[in-house]
């Protein structure tokens, strides 16, 4: 094997992409920071006791671990900045009112989450911290559809679940840890039969609820049909009211979906989860959720909602037409009207490359489509390379 070969799922971004990749960065940090969300930039390791502390099972696999030549301890490479981002509201700042975060950096995931995806995402982010209500989902979400419309991402739809009404069937009749696991992978693969076999000893009440959330996927029709066929628990009751006010306060700028049997970070989420999808695209562009319960390990249990995206991801669904094309300048280091000329394009935002000596054959490489040149004394832009 060649030793320069990248590990499967690992790869680089060329210049293209990377352009692509970084004009969409700045883009939706501007974005962020336009809505008073103040930018971290988390570590890329950790301990792993600090790094898991309150994420769950799931992300504990998806970890890549390492011992500290330092400390002898063990060390988490990130497969998520959000609970970094938690521990830093919670630890570090220690503020009391409504805290806004963002934040954009590479993860590392041991596995690809499908044959299609990169293990090494590059994840953007904005989390709410210090407020309860529906308001900062609805404000975090309206935020998320505006990101992916600065990248162009056109008829996006939004899939909305919660959490808590799982959460609800499975305490109320006490399911213990081991049935309540084999339900939630049920759950996911939307396996009704395996369903009906696990709850064939539960009371009615729970069984034909349990059974019934694959079914509960659709249009806001759901939500009536949920209130028919669910129990009337106030944490049913209060999860459904929130949906439907995030389905009023987001029909301006998404088309709604439900789906009741979704439980993506059932470990880590506490309440409204949900997920960001276009037209011709199989995974979700972004997802996000209320996970209320994070920072308490941090020492304070502090209400939070935020959203993620994979910036790769993101810019591969919608590719911005390639990199600008440049000015080609000649080399005259010592002309300083020509190095005022070039200095004055580049404030403007003009891409001025300067043409190395010994290299005249090879100028197509440098992306350049005009060139500058004297005209009378005077330094000027013309059209094409001569």
């Known amino acids: ?37 103040q930018l971290v930039m988390p570590p890329l390791l950790e301990y792993v006791d600090s790094l898991l502390t309150g994420t769950g099972h799931d992300l504990d696999l998806r970890t890549f671990k390492l011992v500290d030549q330092l400390s002898g301890r063990t060390l988490g490479v990130r497969a998520d900045i959000t609970p970094q981002v938690a521990r830093i509201d919670a630890h570090l700042l220690n503020r009391k009112g409504v805290t806004r975060l963002s934040y954009a950096g590479s ?6 989450s499908d044959m299609n ?47 808590a009404i799982f959460r609800a069937l499975v305490r109320r009749a006490k399911i213990d840890d081991g049935r309540e696991s084999e ?13 009906r ?32 066929r669910l129990p009337a628990y106030p944490e049913i009751r209060d999860a459904l009211r929130d949906l439907k006010r995030l389905s009023d306060a987001l029909a301006d700028v998404a088309k709604i979906r439900f789906d009741l049997a979704e439980l993506r970070g059932y470990h880590y989420h506490s309440g409204v989860v949900f997920a960001a999808y276009a037209q011709g ?26 959203f993620s995206m994979d910036l790769r991801e993101l810019a591969s669904a ?21 190095q005022k000329r070039i200095a004055s394009l580049r404030a403007r935002g003009e891409i001025v490359i300067v043409d190395l000596p010994g290299h005249a054959g090879t100028r197509a490489e440098l992306g350049c489509d005009r060139q500058l040149i004297r005209k009378t004394g005077t330094w000027t832009v013309v059209g094409g390379i001569r």
């Open 281 to 306: 695209w199989s995974n979700a562009l972004a997802r996000g959720g209320r996970y209320d319960e994070v920072g308490k390990a941090f020492g304070r249990a502090r209400a939070a909602t935020g």
């Open 1 to 37: 094997m060649r030793a320069w070969l990248l590990p499967e799922y690992v790869e680089d971004i060329l210049p293209a992409e990377a352009a692509r990749i970084e004009r969409l960065r700045r883009a939706i940090l501007d974005l962020f920071a336009g809505h008073g969300y």
């Open 318 to 338: 919608h590719p911005d037409g390639g990199a600008k094309p440049g000015i080609l300048a000649p080399y005259k280091p010592n002309d300083a009207a020509l």
């Open 183 to 195: 339900l939630f992978r049920a759950m996911q693969l939307k396996d009704v039969p395996a369903l």
């Open 197 to 228: 076999a696990l709850t064939a000893k539960l009371d009615r009440t729970t069984r034909e609820a349990l059974t019934a959330l694959p079914d509960l996927y659709g249009g806001r029709d759901v939500l009536a049909a949920a209130a028919r």
């Open 117 to 163: 995806r990169t293990r090494e995402p590059l994840q953007i982010g904005a989390e709410i911290y210090g407020h309860r209500g529906v308001e900062s989902d609805i404000e975090v979400q309206r935020l998320m559809m505006q990101a992916m419309a600065a990248a162009g991402v056109k008829e996006a739809h939004l899939d909305l679940g919660h959490v």
């Open 107 to 112: 993860v590392l995931h041991t596995l690809p």
